[in-house]
């Protein structure tokens, strides 16, 4: 079993949908957690930070934080073509020593 | 704009051949990442750098891969001798390695395909 679960999907939604996007993980020692975006050809950019358990809400996008679940969302409000990308979910116990999910690509159709 | 750059973008090569990928980091970040991304296994961390020095090396396949920062300015990963399976999309990364959690920078990647 990997460390970090994502289902790769694909995962197809028409404009102005709500997007939900999930992560497990079996490292209690996980702390760190980031949801990052990928554009194809592209590399990796960050795009939530969340540090231990919680919310965190970044215009159309929030990150959560299930640490008793071992559990990690994003949802994408409003959901525009230019979302369409792979997103990937990452975590840590130590500052730098990432663990990433599989990727979840997303089609937001127009 | 500052970005991490690496070069090249695109390398095929035949079995048994020596490949470089070189990175330049975000001028003033002192932590520099190298992974490795295939369909099959993702996104995988190959070494990690602070301040030039190596600091995990754990995930790189010691006997065929080596990687250096031979200044601030540049990091490099080789693979000698390369195999089909080293196929894959290499990517470095850079941060400022300051405070709670360092943020990761992604360059463009270098697609490696091994024949």
């Known amino acids: 079993q990997k460390e970090v679960e994502q289902d790769p999907g694909p995962l197809s939604v028409p404009e102005g949908a709500i997007v939900s996007l999930n992560c497990t993980y079996s490292n209690s020692a996980f702390q760190y957690f980031m949801w990052y975006r990928q554009y194809s050809r592209k590399g990796p950019e960050l795009l939530m930070y969340?540090?231990?358990?919680g919310n965190k809400e970044d215009g159309r996008f929030t990150a959560q934080v299930d640490k008793s679940s071992k559990y990690i969302s994003l949802f994408i409000r409003d959901s525009q073509p230019s979302d369409s990308a792979t997103y990937l979910c990452a975590m840590s116990a130590r500052v730098y020593d990432m663990r990433f999910g599989a990727g979840t690509r997303l089609t937001v159709k127009p | 704009d500052a970005r991490v750059t690496q070069t090249p973008r695109h390398k095929v090569t035949e079995m048994g051949q020596e490949v470089t990928m070189r990175c330049q980091p975000i001028l003033g970040h002192n932590t520099v990442f190298w992974y490795r991304q295939t369909m099959m296994q993702g996104l995988e961390l190959l070494a990690y750098?602070?301040?030039?020095?190596?600091?995990?090396d754990s995930g790189m396949p010691k006997d065929r891969f080596s990687a250096e920062m031979p200044d601030a300015t540049l990091a490099t990963l080789k693979i000698q001798p390369s195999e089909p399976r080293d196929s894959a999309v290499y990517f470095c990364?850079?941060?400022?390695?300051?405070?709670?959690?360092?943020?990761?920078?992604f360059g463009p990647g270098t697609r490696l395909t091994v024949l």
């Open positions: 990364a850079s941060g400022l390695g300051q405070g709670a959690y360092n943020e990761q920078f």
């Open positions: 750098f602070r301040n030039r020095a190596p600091l995990d």
């Open positions: 969340t540090y231990s358990s």
